[in-house]
DNA sequence: TCCTTATTGATAATAATTATCATTATCAGT
DNA sequence: ACTGATAATGATAATTATTATCAATAAGGA
């Protein structure tokens, strides 16, 4: 069986962490193997909880730990939505948007290709802002659910 | 003096509650001027610190509630960040969004005429979602902090 | 103005996150 | 593989944010 993508991510982690001098211990392993295995976007209190199904389990105080050390090193990031904002995702490289399943939760990421770039530009004008980031996340239904 | 924007929105919510069967009380006024009168989204938290600085204020307990009652009847909605997520705003009519300083936190609401149709499309295509909305918001640096 | 009762304020309870510190375990150096 | 320095953990206390409780108050119709 070939490496799955979430074994290269894991593995692309904890590669980032010896090279920053961190440790890469038992409870820093479960908390990213949760996170990397999950097709939904993850809160503390659901990784913990997740986590309490091993035999042996991190503390709740080192899921945040954990969790604040992958987002100084830019390894997970925030997923916002209507009804709750704490949602954990692995970063992916370059920009991109999300896409939620209102119902499961299931995200998608999407390689941001489009190109609102005009839109930007009249909004500059308009604004007098200069806009230097935007997000852009879809909302719907996976095709699981929609079945 | 004519009236202000912020002043018919005032009395617009007040409509509103007074429709809805609800009381226009001291608390509530309060709290409704100093989300109609800010130029940033506001916290809970902070909108009941701005409420200390008047001689009659209302309490913690009344703030959210307050805000409870304004989401139930679609007045306010949240503004998310990357920094913080309980950002509140007046609902705007109609589809939108916003645009945001990063150094001041000042918002201006964008109404929305974007045409990210083709892209939606793509997007179901590849995924076999169902979009049924979306969030686009820019973050920046406004006018006034570009100086 | 009076009366009904929706709403408030004070505070207790709950929930989420952060801080503290003695103990444990990673991993570089042998 | 063994050892030692110390980064990191677990348990728990402290802090912060939000919600629930309930007697007292005040909005607004009659
Ligand atoms: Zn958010
Ligand atoms: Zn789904
Ligand atoms: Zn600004
Ligand atoms: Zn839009």
Redesign the pocket.
Known sequence: MEPSAKDHILSSW?DT??SH????????QQ?MEIITSSTTAL???EIYHKSLEGE??????????????LDKLGLIQQIHQPGGC?GIWPTVEGHNHCLICRNCGQMKIIEGNEDITGYIARIENQTGYRVDDHWLQFFGTCSGCLD
Chains 1, 2 share one sequence.
């Open positions: 904890q962490l010896h001098g961190f440790r890469v211990t038992r409870p820093r908390v809160t503390p209190q042996r389990f991190p503390g709740i105080a080192s899921v945040y730990r954990t969790l604040e050390l704490h």
